[in-house]
């Protein structure tokens, strides 16, 4: 019993959540996994490329998105990431064509073969998250030699500043 729930955990943990990049050709997905645990390739087969599609509805896609490539014939944690370029609709002016940049090609894939990451992109993010306040300024004078109040542990100890390089 605790080898598949440990198991169900690994497959869990190893979906892609995000990525974390500074320029547009390198896609490398983070996931839950590459914080706990090396990466598994003997995992339970075919449980990591189910997705249930009534749990809850996506957001919709948008150029500038980093999703995932889906594919048939490879695992979900090799799927590669690409970034929307372009959404091509159909006859009835609904999306259903998308140009996706990956870190080889730039591909034309079907709706139902994109997965956006679970993350939303950074400009989706809410300003509340991210405060645009600049740090505020505090003059100090060199006259003025305040000492700092010393801090103790819950023991009584005196806690002492490490003294650091100054490089």
């Known amino acids: 019993m605790m080898t598949v729930l440990c198991d169900c955990e690994a497959i869990i943990n190893s979906r892609p959540l995000a990525y974390i990049s500074e320029n547009d050709t390198d896609f490398t997905p983070i996931s839950p996994s590459m914080f706990i645990q090396d990466i598994r390739e003997w995992a339970v087969p075919d449980l990591d490329l189910v997705q249930r599609r009534t749990c809850k509805e996506s957001r919709p896609i948008s150029v500038g998105d980093i999703v995932l490539v889906g594919s048939d014939n490879l695992k979900r944690i090799h799927w590669p990431l690409g970034k929307i370029i372009e959404l091509l609709?159909?006859?009835?002016?609904?999306?259903?064509?998308?140009?996706?940049?990956?870190?080889?090609?730039?591909?034309?894939r079907p709706v139902q073969r994109i997965y956006p990451l679970e993350v939303p992109s950074p400009t989706e993010l809410p300003s509340k998250l991210f405060p645009q306040n600049s740090p505020k300024t505090v003059a100090i004078s060199d006259s003025e030699h305040v000492e700092a109040e010393t801090k103790l542990t819950r023991s009584g100890r005196k806690i002492k500043v490490p003294e650091r390089f100054s490089l």
């Open 89 to 108: 609709p159909g006859k009835d002016k609904e999306i259903r064509l998308i140009r996706v940049k990956t870190a080889n090609s730039v591909l034309l």
